[in-house]
């Protein structure tokens, strides 16, 4: 508190704050903060999103760093007079994805290592590191205490990161958020995750792609969900030293494309095959997270239907010729 009794100001750091999560969350924070608050987004805008900084709320106040998560003094001024920081920056991959397994360790696990010491040098008081259900490997429902067999270097480097993390937690106030598939619409959006890949599909008239038989379980929560669900972990300290997941339902692939149709009838459904990876199902039971208050606001058909209102241009409001369809 300031000698007159005001709060004071709050300066939190969000790496990959440009990112799709993040380009929500940075919106959301100001909202939910207790005390005016100032956020700092460093990104090294690897994906373009230069949409995630524009039209920023009035609520907070805003500071840009384009810089590079890998970048020691770059990372450093970041830091400079931060109380909090939420670390979103990753190489982001399928959930059991093998790409670029030397560069995913590089970023995901040591990028992470190394925030953790110059957050300590720095004197940060809190960080919220956002992993990944799919550190878990297949199956489930899975529990935070459950062990992990992560299958793929996107997972184990995502893992290894929780545990830098939690490593430091007699000398930081830290919390792990396993995120479930983020879907919905943001500033930043992107159309590799199953909800949003079908939208973008139904959207522009293209057939709706299932991988498999569809009965493949995928743990969902909508990204202004999520968004709420990292401002819990920032604001409340009872989420201080755990590990949580962060879902809202865990769905079948073929209802999420059933939903689909449902919004957009016209639209074909079709199934292929793919790498046999893509057949695997991941769940999570998200109860403790429910436990400390947070609840999801937002429905799959609810978040597919604004995505798809978003497209609206495109969506196909009569059947489309397609010789196929005459087979």
């Known amino acids: 508190m ?60 805003y500071e840009f760093h384009d810089a590079d998560l890998m970048d020691p003094a770059a990372l450093r001024r970041a830091l400079e007079g931060v109380d909090t ?67 793929g270097p996107y997972s184990q480097a995502k893992l290894a990161g929780e545990d830098a993390v939690l490593a430091a937690r007699e000398r930081l106030r830290v919390t792990v958020l396993r995120m479930g598939m983020v879907y919905g619409h943001a500033p930043a959006v992107r159309y590799d995750a199953v909800p949003n890949r079908f939208v973008f599909q139904a959207a522009t008239g293209s057939p709706v792609t299932v991988f498999g038989d569809g009965r493949q379980i995928r743990p969902l929560v909508h990204v202004a969900d999520a968004a709420a669900a990292t401002a819990l972990a920032v604001f409340d300290e009872r989420a201080a030293g755990q590990r949580l997941n962060v879902v809202t339902d865990n769905v079948a692939v073929g209802a999420v494309a059933a939903a689909v149709q449902r919004l957009r009838p016209f639209v074909r459904v079709i199934a292929t ?55």
């Open 2 to 61: 300031t000698p007159s009794g005001r709060p004071m100001d709050m300066t939190i750091l969000v790496t990959g704050g440009a990112g799709y999560l993040g380009s929500q969350l940075v919106r959301d924070l100001p909202a939910a903060a207790p005390a005016p608050l100032r956020i700092r987004i460093l990104d090294n805008l690897q994906r373009a999103t230069f949409q995630a900084l524009t039209r920023m709320p009035t609520s907070g106040s």
């Open 273 to 327: 095959e793919q790498d046999v990876r893509t057949h695997l199902s991941l769940s999570m039971d998200g109860s403790r997270l429910t436990g400390l208050g947070w609840a999801p606001r937002i429905g799959l058909d609810e978040g597919l239907a604004e995505m798809l209102d978003e497209l609206g241009p495109f969506a196909p409001h009569a059947p489309v010729h397609d010789p196929g369809m005459e087979e």
């Open 85 to 151: 920081v939420v670390h979103l920056a990753a190489l982001v991959s399928t959930p059991f994805s093998f790409e670029h397994p030397a560069w995913t360790q590089h970023v995901n696990h040591w990028g992470t290592a190394r925030l953790v010491e110059e957050c300590i040098g720095a004197g940060v008081r809190r960080l919220v590191y956002v992993s990944s259900a799919s550190v878990y490997g297949p199956g489930g429902p899975f529990a935070e205490d459950a062990p992990c067999q992560p299958m």
